[in-house]
């Protein structure tokens, strides 16, 4: 057998790693070309009965000297104004023209999670100590800082970025290379409100664009999608010299991450009267809570 020459194995890569950052760069191109016409005013959004609106709460005080009537309709009219005035609708729609694409994506990643990354998380749930899994998924948490450094930074929250910082230290050194999470243990240090592009492209009032289901990714907007290029670059683990050796990484830390989430998404499915609406709009309001955070 002929040796393969020195360094083409290493040149391989290399070419790979160029094409993925090109590819990535070009879809960045064009997710901001395509953000002028896909993105809609919540005034120019017709409603539909799948675009559920997001809620928010606000505090009401009962009036003290108002006397409760004993009709049980007056009764039940009072308690339908009370929620009323509870729950304030908060009209942020997101437009959905991808929405075969989105269904689909959405039927895919249902299937993947079913038959492949919930049967894995479990045998590795049952093969692993709870201290290994928590040490892994605290030393990605910690590998990733960069990101939320920069996204603290450039949404002007100083006291945050100090904090991310002085978290990346204690645990990278106390904790054991980001294993231990003794950050936690220390009052001074605030908790970290994991920042990341999406959410300054939405402090910076860039709207959402249009909803998009990615797979294996799952749920996102064109703004996050965008967001989650630029993230990507910040990321230490996609500098990682080898495809095959960043493809095994990234698949250890999801099937790492989801063994903490098993059971979630099967109570939002069984609950939903459609779960791909559900879904949507859960996802629209985890994002929107994180932005005003």
Known sequence: ???????????????????????????????????????????????????????????????????????PDVEDSIEDDFFDDEFEVYQVQVADPLSSWNKGMFHFNDKLYFWVLKPLAKGYMAISPGYFRRGAKNFFYNLTMPVRLVNCLLQG?????????????????AGCLGFG?????????????????????????????????????GPSTLR??????????????????????WVAVKSFDLVNQT???????????NSALDPYVALRNSYLQYREKKIKE
């Open 224 to 245: 996050d999608s965008v967001g989650l290029v630029g993230d990507f670059f910040l990321n230490p683990l996609s500098y990682v010299e080898y495809s095959e050796t």
């Open 157 to 173: 929250k100083g006291n945050a970025a100090a904090s991310e910082f002085s978290r990346f230290v204690v645990n990278t050194t």
């Open 259 to 269: 063994s903490f989430h098993i059971g979630e998404y099967e109570a939002l499915k």
């Open 1 to 71: 057998m002929v040796p393969e020459p020195k360094g083409t194995r290493r040149a391989f890569d290399d070419m790979n790693k160029k094409q993925m950052n090109n590819l990535l760069l070009i879809l960045l191109f064009f997710a901001v070309l395509f953000t002028g016409c896909a993105h809609k005013s919540v005034k120019s959004l017709p409603e539909t009965s799948d675009d559920a609106p997001l809620t928010r709460f606000r505090e009401t005080k009962p009036d003290q000297g108002e006397q409760t009537p004993s009709s």
């Open 181 to 217: 999470n003794p950050a936690d243990q220390n009052p001074d240090i605030v908790v970290s409100t994991g920042e990341d592009l999406g959410q300054t492209f939405g402090k910076y009032g860039i709207g959402n664009g249009f909803y998009i289901v990615w797979p294996i990714l």
